[in-house]
Each structure stands twice: as C-alpha cells, then as structure tokens.
C-alpha cells in the first residue's frame, strides 16, 4: 500500500516503517486497529541508550496522533542515566523506571489508558528490526517482546543481574 493510500484513522500512527526518515525522527510503528487485542500495542526503535536524545521524538509522535502522553514506564538499568520527568512541548511527562524488562516501554495517556511498546534495541539490524516491529504491531500477536526479538533474529537485550 502506498502512504497516499494509508487509511487516516484518528489517533493511529501509518504504517510507515520502509519510509526513509530524518535523524531525531521516532522510529516506531502502532497497531492500527481500534480492537488492541494483541498484547502489544507497538514497538519503537530507538538510535542509542540515551534516554535524553530518544524520548521526546517518541513522546512527540504518540502524542501528535493519540494525545498528550503523561508517563513513561522503561527498564531504568537499560538506558544511560534515566531522569524521573522531562519537559516536551511544553508538557511535563514522568518516567517511571520499573523492572518491566528492558524490551518493554510502558505508555500512559490520561489517567488510564496504558500502551505496550516492545523495544527494539539500537543496536539491531534493520531487516531484523523490521521483521520484530511487523510481528508485534499484528492484532493477532501473543508472543511477548522478547520472543519476537529472538524469533525474528533482533538483538535481544542482556538480562540485568
């Protein structure tokens, strides 16, 4: 399909990963149907593990097609220093750092509403990058972060100890 032919749908991002784009742009891709049946709602495939550099282009996008974001769950030992808040565009989001594993970024609209992202690690190839952001935007998905990235040959994060 075509981006000029990529259905408008409110407060879902296209599906635009084979789009060439501009450096500091979110890599990331969302499931496209209002069901959100699948245990992951999308994946993002940052640059590096500064946390600093990559957060605002990922809350940027979420917020320009879903609405204001106000917190951000992530793995803390996954990432260069973590901050507990950053200001963009003006708003405040928090960063909450849990154990929730280092291929899992938890999003959080409005009071309730919860977005599972797998991440994808810098690191990875983008064939292999493709592939894992493909399988776990699919409403049909139930393999958990993780096992996409071995199944698709992604580079799988160390495991903290």
Avoid at 17 to 40: D, F, M, N, Q
Avoid at 50 to 79: K, N
Avoid at 89 to 114: E, K, M, N, Q, Y
Wanted: proline content about 9%; aromatic content about 4%; overall charge negative.
């Amino acid at each position: 399909m075509a981006d000029s032919d990529t259905p408008d749908l409110p407060g879902l991002l296209p599906d635009a990963v084979h789009r060439s784009v501009k450096p500091g742009t979110a890599l990331l891709r969302l499931e496209t149907t209002h069901a959100r049946e699948g245990i992951l709602d999308g994946a993002w495939w940052p640059r590096s593990r500064d946390i600093g550099a990559e957060l605002p282009s990922l809350i940027s996008a979420l917020a320009e097609h879903l609405g204001p974001v106000t917190r951000v769950g992530l793995d803390g030992s996954a990432w260069d220093e973590l901050p507990t808040r950053v200001t963009v565009d003006g708003r405040i989001v928090h960063i909450d750092s849990f154990p929730v594993a280092d291929d899992t970024v938890l999003i959080t609209r409005g009071d309730r509403d919860h977005f599972s992202l797998m991440l994808v690690p810098p690191d990875t190839s983008p064939d292999a990058a493709r592939a894992a952001m493909a399988r776990a935007i699919r409403a049909d998905n139930v393999t958990d972060a993780r096992q996409i990235l071995i199944d698709t040959d992604g580079d799988t994060p160390p495991t903290p100890s």
